[in-house]
């Protein structure tokens, strides 16, 4: 049975991205079919699994406002068995055009619905904000993963997070499940590290994962070159982390 997971933080530069590109990456490479869902305007994700996004005519803008439909704009990635609904710039104007819509928190999980079981995993790289497009990934959603970055400020604005995802689970989508917190740019030669990890654990009655994404040159290195890291330096620590995360996914998730 599929499974789609939204992947947020209403805090920017925690890893979200990363960790979508790379367990998408990691899944397809432990033979999980993957769609990558890029509801982020920024289009990180498409880039970063080796799309020029600004070269597709269809793209998950075009779909939000009755453009396209959802097969029409689906692309092959760099990595296999990994597709991507691709996002750009324009998608930051699809909550304008979109406001007041009867039904506009329900336009993702209607297209989903349409392909879903096609995938094994969907995963959807949420932007950093609490908007009509996160409200759309996580009305989607089985359930949220949450990348944490080991710094000072880490807990900031995670609850408002929950308590959107708890607004949503209320409204719009009752089986909507927090699929666990993951920690990321971890520095083991820093006390902080050690500390953010200790006080969220305290903090969060929520399942944390085992594997802690390590800060790592060649994970920062790999978007840029279009690139998973199990693709553009698969030995790296940073490669190794996220196969570990995937492994953890699929167990957790074969439980249920």
């Known amino acids: 049975m599929s499974r789609i997971i939204a992947i947020a933080n209403q805090k920017g530069g925690v890893g979200k991205t ?34 020029e996004k600004d070269k597709l005519q269809n793209n998950v803008y075009q779909m939000m406002i009755g453009n396209s439909k959802i097969r ?23 909550e304008v055009e979109l406001f007041g819509e009867q039904g506009s928190q329900f336009i993702l999980k209607t297209q989903l619905d349409l392909i879903r079981k096609e995938y094994d995993y ?19 959603a089985d359930s949220v993963l949450v990348p944490i970055q ?24 009752p089986s909507l499940e927090i699929e666990g917190v993951v920690f990321t740019m971890y520095d083991a030669r820093t006390n902080l590290s050690l500390e953010v990890v200790d006080n969220v654990k305290q903090y969060l009655k929520q399942k944390i994962y085992k594997t802690i994404i390590p800060r790592n040159v060649r994970l920062a290195e790999a978007p840029s070159h279009g690139l998973p890291i199990i693709l553009y330096d698969p030995r790296s ?20």
């Open 18 to 51: 990363t960790t979508v590109i790379n367990l998408s990456a990691c899944l397809a490479e432990a033979g999980k079919k993957v769609l990558t869902v890029d509801m982020d305007p920024q289009g990180n994700s498409s880039s970063g699994l080796g799309l």
């Open 72 to 94: 029409d704009c689906l692309v092959k990635s760099s990595m296999k068995n990994v597709d991507v609904l691709p996002a750009t710039v324009h998608l930051a104007g699809a």
């Open 122 to 140: 969907i995963l959807i790289d949420c932007p950093p904000s609490l908007n009509l497009l996160t409200i759309n990934a996580m009305t989607a």
């Open 150 to 173: 080991c710094e000072y400020y880490a807990l900031e604005g995670l609850s408002q997070l929950l308590y959107t995802i708890d607004l949503v689970r209320k409204s719009l989508n």
């Open 237 to 256: 620590a940073g490669a190794e982390s996220y196969r570990k995360l995937a492994k953890e996914v699929i167990a957790y998730n074969r439980k249920k």
